[in-house]
């Protein structure tokens, strides 16, 4: 069962992305008179799972149909078929006037939409493109006035970016969403400053101390105690505190990313510095439910080890998985012990609430921030990535194929979380698409702007090589990409 859901959510999320990408490309050709044959969810080769067209002013739909091919092979007078100089079989463009009406190749001009049965991306395909079809034979007729290839570079550059331009839409409607409905409040990083920070040992390798009050990042302040832990503070940054009545700053290495992994996911600090650990609600058939620890009490030490905060109960916790932990605990006038018998989950199972009053966001501040994190989230992608590029990290721990985004999803439905990765692939796809990549929305961004500088259009055969050479990089990294996360569930 959690294979299924884990599987359904990538479907979904994949789908919802695909959808409104290609409708990026749709909807800017369609504005500017340009045909779209087909619009597709899901690659179809051979056949479709579903496809719908409008044929004389009535919806037509059909179940698992083979593909239809709009060209037919060359023959003689005898009925053989005609081969070329090279030995291969000649096709010519069926003649759609013998068609009959209701043949759904007789209307071009109106838009096929299905849903294929490769589950891999989609397209679009607009009249006059060289694009993953390759319809060599539609390139060799004289352009028509709809087709993509006789509109102006401009009109094509704004076609070939509209699915980019939906990713990125998507990803930050998406945040805002997040920040508003789902977060609802922050926590003040002023609030937080009354106690100062619990700093974990990764914290203490680059320079902070428990107790620092955050002041400012890279000579901003933080508002919300959340921008003190965005994960672009890990790529290199500069963060100013106060450290008994002292302004120091501390210089976080651009390679600090790798301490946070090799720390376990732990952050550098945390807002749990707080003294009173007072147990506000304890969840079911967790160690702490278990041992008798109840609602009310206020937890002081474990294994005689005095808790001075929250964050160091969190800590402590997390250093003795698999183990038992005698809990010190004061209920009302008694001094009480409880055994913990901790499993492999670093969790009591205990919620203690903060001390600090959360403020909530309104509508500009959530477009806001939500904006901001966003911008922050694509832009510690892109550091990723370019360390991918340039040798720093290895490409196998680094990358994600289909398998890999179906583990981050999860095998438990929160839909919570699965509009935040969906808000986070969104980003990431609209970076990896507009990539100066043959194949990819960015390569023909690139050659359009070549045109556009040269004012020479590069010839149909130069891009159909290109279109040719960039699909087998991606084939490439597809099969790279898969292999590595089956080889990652075999580690």
């Given at each position: 069962?959690?294979?299924?859901?884990?599987?359904?959510?990538?479907?979904?999320?994949?789908?919802?992305?695909?959808?409104?990408?290609?409708?990026?490309?749709?909807?800017?050709?369609?504005?500017?008179?340009m045909r779209v044959p087909k619009f597709y969810l899901f690659f179809n080769p051979y056949f479709s799972i579903f496809k719908c067209k409008k044929i004389n002013g009535k919806w037509k739909c059909a179940f698992f149909a083979?593909?239809?091919?709009?060209?037919?092979?060359?023959?003689?007078?005898?009925?053989?078929?005609?081969?070329?100089?090279?030995?291969?079989?000649?096709?010519?463009?069926?003649?759609?006037?013998?068609?009959?009406?209701?043949?759904?190749?007789?209307?071009?001009?109106?838009?096929?939409?299905?849903?294929?049965?490769?589950?891999?991306?989609?397209?679009?395909?607009?009249?006059?493109?060289?694009?993953?079809?390759?319809?060599?034979?539609?390139?060799?007729?004289?352009?028509?006035?709809?087709?993509?290839?006789?509109?102006?570079?401009?009109?094509?550059?704004?076609?070939?970016?509209?699915?980019?331009?939906?990713?990125?839409?998507?990803?930050?409607?998406?945040?805002?969403?997040i920040t508003y409905n789902v977060e609802g409040a922050y926590i003040a990083n002023q609030e937080v400053s009354k106690d100062g920070v619990y700093v974990y040992p990764v914290g203490e390798n680059v320079g902070f101390k428990?107790?620092?009050?955050?002041?400012?990042?890279?000579?901003?302040?933080?508002?919300?105690?959340?921008?003190?832990?965005?994960?672009?503070?890990?790529?290199?940054?500069?963060?100013?505190?106060?450290?008994?009545?002292?302004?120091?700053?501390?210089?976080?290495?651009?390679?600090?990313?790798?301490?946070?992994?090799?720390?376990?996911?732990?952050?550098?600090?945390?807002?749990?510095?707080?003294?009173?650990?007072?147990?506000?609600?304890?969840?079911?058939?967790?160690?702490?439910?278990?041992?008798?620890?109840?609602?009310?009490?206020?937890?002081?030490?474990?294994?005689?080890?005095?808790?001075?905060?929250?964050?160091?109960?969190?800590?402590?916790?997390?250093?003795?998985?698999?183990?038992?932990?005698?809990?010190?605990?004061?209920?009302?006038?008694?001094?009480?012990?409880?055994?913990?018998?901790?499993?492999?989950?670093?969790?009591?199972?205990?919620?203690?609430?903060?001390?600090?009053?959360?403020?909530?966001?309104?509508?500009?501040?959530?477009?806001?921030?939500?904006?901001?994190?966003?911008?922050?989230?694509?832009?510690?992608?892109?550091?990723?990535?370019?360390?991918?590029?340039?040798?720093?990290?290895?490409?196998?721990?680094?990358?994600?194929?289909?398998?890999?985004?179906?583990?981050?999803?999860?095998?438990?439905?929160?839909?919570?979380?699965?509009?935040?990765?969906?808000?986070?692939?969104?980003?990431?796809?609209?970076?990896?698409?507009?990539?100066?990549?043959?194949?990819?929305?960015?390569?023909?961004?690139?050659?359009?702007?070549?045109?556009?500088?040269?004012?020479?259009?590069?010839?149909?055969?130069?891009?159909?090589?290109?279109?040719?050479?960039?699909?087998?990089?991606?084939?490439?990294?597809?099969?790279?990409?898969?292999?590595?996360?089956?080889?990652?569930?075999?580690?």
């Amino acid at each position: 069962m959690t294979t299924l859901i884990m599987i359904a959510q990538l479907i979904l999320g994949l789908s919802i992305l695909v959808i409104l990408h290609e409708l990026g490309h749709f909807t800017a050709a369609r504005l500017f008179g340009m045909r779209v044959p087909k619009f597709y969810l899901f690659f179809n080769p051979y056949f479709s799972i579903f496809k719908c067209k409008k044929i004389n002013g009535k919806w037509k739909c059909a179940f698992f149909a083979k593909n239809q091919s709009s060209y037919e092979y060359v023959t003689d007078d005898n009925g053989n078929i005609c081969y070329d100089e090279k030995g291969k079989k000649m096709t010519k463009p069926i003649d759609l006037e013998k068609l009959p009406e209701n043949d759904w190749r007789k209307h071009e001009e109106h838009t096929e939409y299905g849903i294929g049965w490769l589950p891999v991306g989609g397209f679009c395909q607009i009249s006059g493109m060289i694009d993953e079809s390759m319809d060599k034979e539609a390139m060799k007729k004289p352009p028509q006035s709809w087709e993509f290839r006789s509109k102006p570079a401009w009109q094509r550059l704004i076609v070939m970016i509209g699915g980019v331009l939906m990713n990125l839409i998507l990803g930050i409607v998406l945040f805002i969403y997040i920040t508003y409905n789902v977060e609802g409040a922050y926590i003040a990083n002023q609030e937080v400053s009354k106690d100062g920070v619990y700093v974990y040992p990764v914290g203490e390798n680059v320079g902070f101390k428990t107790g620092d009050k955050i002041l400012e990042i890279n000579g901003k302040d933080v508002v919300r105690f959340k921008d003190a832990q965005k994960s672009s503070l890990y790529f290199g940054s500069t963060v100013t505190v106060e450290r008994d009545g002292q302004t120091l700053d501390i210089h976080i290495p651009d390679s600090a990313y790798k301490i946070l992994m090799s720390g376990g996911g732990t952050p550098f600090f945390d807002n749990s510095n707080f003294k009173k650990i007072i147990v506000d609600s304890v969840l079911p058939n967790l160690p702490a439910f278990k041992s008798g620890i109840r609602k009310g009490d206020q937890i002081v030490a474990f294994n005689d080890t005095l808790l001075e905060s929250y964050g160091m109960f969190r800590h402590y916790v997390r250093q003795h998985t698999n183990s038992e932990i005698v809990a010190t605990v004061v209920r009302e006038q008694d001094t009480l012990n409880f055994t913990l018998q901790m499993d492999s989950l670093p969790y009591v199972g205990i919620i203690v609430p903060t001390p600090y009053n959360p403020e909530h966001y309104t509508i500009g501040q959530a477009f806001v921030y939500g904006f901001t994190d966003a911008y922050d989230m694509l832009k510690t992608n892109i550091k990723g990535l370019g360390n991918v590029i340039s040798g720093k990290d290895k490409a196998t721990d680094s990358l994600s194929g289909p398998i890999g985004i179906a583990t981050i999803y999860g095998g438990v439905w929160n839909w919570d979380r699965f509009w935040f990765i969906t808000a986070i692939l969104s980003l990431v796809l609209a970076f990896m698409n507009i990539l100066p990549i043959p194949a990819l929305d960015g390569g023909h961004v690139l050659f359009l702007f070549v045109e556009i500088i040269t004012r020479r259009k590069p010839s149909d055969k130069f891009l159909e090589y290109a279109q040719t050479v960039g699909m087998i990089l991606l084939m490439l990294l597809m099969i790279f990409v898969i292999g590595n996360d089956i080889f990652k569930l075999f580690k």
